[in-house]
């Protein structure tokens, strides 16, 4: 498996993240938001300067993570529009940095998850867009898809080969749906998932330093190892000393807003992280 490390989460500033990325010894940055502007908004120029500063240290681009399908379920033809924009325009951006996948949700649920209906909505979407690259479906707190469970019925309805799994088990359980998604819950899709986002809830609370929370990451990184998982685990620290991160900033996490603080909770995420998966190397 390959580290890398969603660059919003250690600053704003691509020259930052990539210096970061690389002296810490991680393989790649998944691309959210960079200099104040959302990933789908993100300027052919922008993408270029963040490409560019990468392949100077030999480091990849992990992924492509925009907001697409974190919204609402479309309830109008103007909703409906603006909900295929983001997804073109996300492909598009994805496209343009060369990333590997764009990561999607399941929209916002209302009520109990209702994935089947979620994934009719999106199938419409999909096919009208025509995504160039894989999509992945992340287990997202507030969507319809909150576990592996609920992502393999999106999945299941959307009835296409070519979308993955982005498994987040610190959604699963920050959402409070389930409490404890390793290993049941992996056993259930573990040979759809493409690519693992990294953080550790305390409940449905808050974020907390990587390691002190509910996950046992050690352990799920020896079984990805054991399974022969070669993808990215990328991480999504959404923990600072001091603070704690606001749900609009989960939500919409960009800016600087969100970004403040990051680097030094980062950093030292990261190098746990990367303590437990070194003597993993070659196993999987």
């Given at each position: ?146 576990t592996m469970r609920h992502s393999l ?14 498994w987040d088990p610190g959604n699963s ?40 929370g509910d996950l046992p990451w050690p ?66």
């Amino acid at each position: 498996m390959r580290l890398a490390v969603i660059g919003d989460e250690v600053s704003q500033d691509p020259a930052l993240v990539a210096d970061t990325t690389a002296r810490l010894g991680f393989a790649g940055v998944e691309i959210r938001s960079m200099e104040g502007t959302p990933p789908h908004l993100l300027s052919d120029g922008q993408l270029r300067r963040m490409t560019g500063l990468l392949a100077e240290r030999d480091l990849g681009v992990a992924g492509f993570a925009p907001p697409v399908f974190k919204s609402p379920l479309p309830r109008s033809d103007t909703e409906l529009e603006k909900v295929t924009e983001v997804l073109a325009e996300s492909c598009k951006r994805a496209g343009l940095a060369g990333a590997p996948h764009v990561r999607i949700f399941s929209f916002y649920r209302d009520g109990d998850p209702d994935p089947v209906r979620a994934a009719r909505m999106a199938k419409r979407v999909i096919e009208q867009v025509r995504p160039p690259m894989p999509l992945l479906l992340e287990t997202g707190t507030r969507t319809n898809s909150p576990t592996m469970r609920h992502s393999l019925q999106f999945l299941d309805e959307l009835g296409r080969d070519d979308i993955g799994l982005l498994w987040d088990p610190g959604n699963s359980v920050f959402s409070g749906a389930e409490p404890e998604p390793f290993p049941q819950d992996y056993v259930l899709g573990n040979q759809l998932i493409r690519h693992v986002h990294v953080k550790d809830p305390d409940g449905t609370r808050q974020y907390v330093r990587l390691g002190d929370g509910d996950l046992p990451w050690p352990a799920i990184l020896e079984r990805l190892a054991d399974d022969d998982y070669r993808g990215f685990v990328s991480l999504e620290t959404h923990w600072r000393h001091g603070r704690v991160l606001t749900p609009r900033q989960r939500d919409e996490p960009w800016g600087e807003s969100f970004s403040s603080g990051g680097l030094t909770a980062s950093v030292e995420c990261m190098r746990r992280l990367r303590s437990w998966v070194e003597p993993l190397r070659g196993t999987g």
